[in-house]
C-alpha cells in the first residue's frame, strides 16, 4: 500500500483503519491514583513567588536600561548637532579664507599681468641701451 492516499477515498479508509493511537504510559495514569504532594504544591508557590520577584527586578533593569539609552541617545544628539554647528563654521571660515586666497590671486595675477603689459612690446634691434649692445624692448 502507498503511502499517498490524497484525493484515493478508498485509500484513505484502508490507511485510517491502521491508524491506532498508542496507549497511555503507566507514569501518567499513576499519578492519578496518588493523592497531591503538599511539599511540591509549596516548592511550587515559592518558586511562583520568586518568579514574580525576578520578573519586578528584570522589569526595573529594563527601565533603568531604557532610561539611560534615551539619555544617552538625546547626548548624542545634541553632539551630533554641536558638531555639525562647528562643522558649519568651519566650512564658512574655509569658504571665506578661500574666496580671500582668491582675490590676492587675482590681484598679483593683475599685478604681473600689468608690469607684463607695461613691459611688453616689439624688439627693435637697431636700439640699444647704453651702448651695451643689447636689443631693447619698448
Not at 485510517?16 to 496518588?34: E, R, Y
Not at 518558586?47 to 548624542?76: C, F, H, P, Q, R
Not at 554647528?85 to 582668491?102: E, F, R, Y
Not at 590681484?107 to 611688453?120: N, P, R, Y
Amino acid at each position: 500500500m502507498s503511502d499517498v492516499v490524497d484525493g484515493d477515498p478508498s485509500s484513505m479508509f484502508a490507511y485510517s483503519q491502521q491508524l491506532k493511537a498508542p496507549p497511555i504510559p503507566a507514569s501518567v495514569t499513576a499519578g492519578l491514583a496518588t493523592p497531591a504532594n503538599l511539599s511540591g504544591m509549596v516548592e511550587s508557590a515559592l518558586l511562583s513567588v520568586l518568579d514574580m520577584a525576578v520578573t519586578a527586578e528584570i522589569n526595573a533593569y529594563l527601565g533603568v536600561i531604557t532610561a539611560d539609552m534615551v539619555t544617552y541617545g538625546a547626548k548624542v544628539k545634541q553632539a551630533a548637532a554641536t558638531y555639525s554647528l562647528a562643522d558649519i563654521t568651519s566650512a564658512l571660515d574655509l569658504a571665506t579664507s578661500g574666496v580671500k586666497l582668491g582675490q590676492k590671486v587675482v590681484g598679483v595675477a593683475k599685478q604681473v599681468s600689468g608690469a607684463a603689459g607695461s613691459q611688453s612690446g616689439t624688439t627693435d634691434p637697431t636700439q640699444t641701451a647704453a651702448g651695451d649692445g643689447s636689443p631693447q624692448t619698448t
